[in-house]
């Protein structure tokens, strides 16, 4: 069994920052990719930010400039680092991984369970 657990969403005002972590566990095979997306009230999900193993990342564009997406290889952890955060940024935000186990050969992805971040003005 996999699990991803969530951890520093908040309420922070405009313009403040906030981090985000998420860390990976059990039977853990291989990791091929993690990823940040979120979800506002009305809205579908979206991709916020994605790094592979190899460490290439891609972001939304809305987010370029202000949020970091890091990972640590070794401790199965995953980060955002949000800056000059907005009120349009909230939403829940969803850890995401596309790993193998060692039960489950072929990739899959798995998710965390949310965390809320609100940006008030």
């Known amino acids: 069994q996999v699990q991803l657990v969530e951890s520093g969403g908040g309420l922070v005002q405009a313009g403040g920052s906030l981090r985000l972590s998420c860390a990976a566990s059990g039977r853990i095979r291989s990791i091929v990719a993690m990823g940040w997306y979120r979800q506002a009230p009305g809205k579908e999900r979206e991709l916020v930010a994605r790094i592979t193993n190899n460490g290439d990342t891609n972001a939304a564009d809305s987010v370029k400039g202000r949020f970091t997406i890091s990972r640590d290889n070794a401790k199965n952890t995953l980060y955002l680092q949000m800056n000059s955060l907005k009120p349009e940024d909230t939403a829940v935000y969803y850890c995401?991984?596309?790993?193998?186990?060692?039960?489950?050969?072929?990739?899959?992805?798995?998710w965390g369970q949310g965390t809320q971040v609100t940006v008030s003005t």
């Open positions: 995401n991984a596309r790993l193998t186990s060692d039960i489950i050969w072929y990739e899959y992805d798995i």
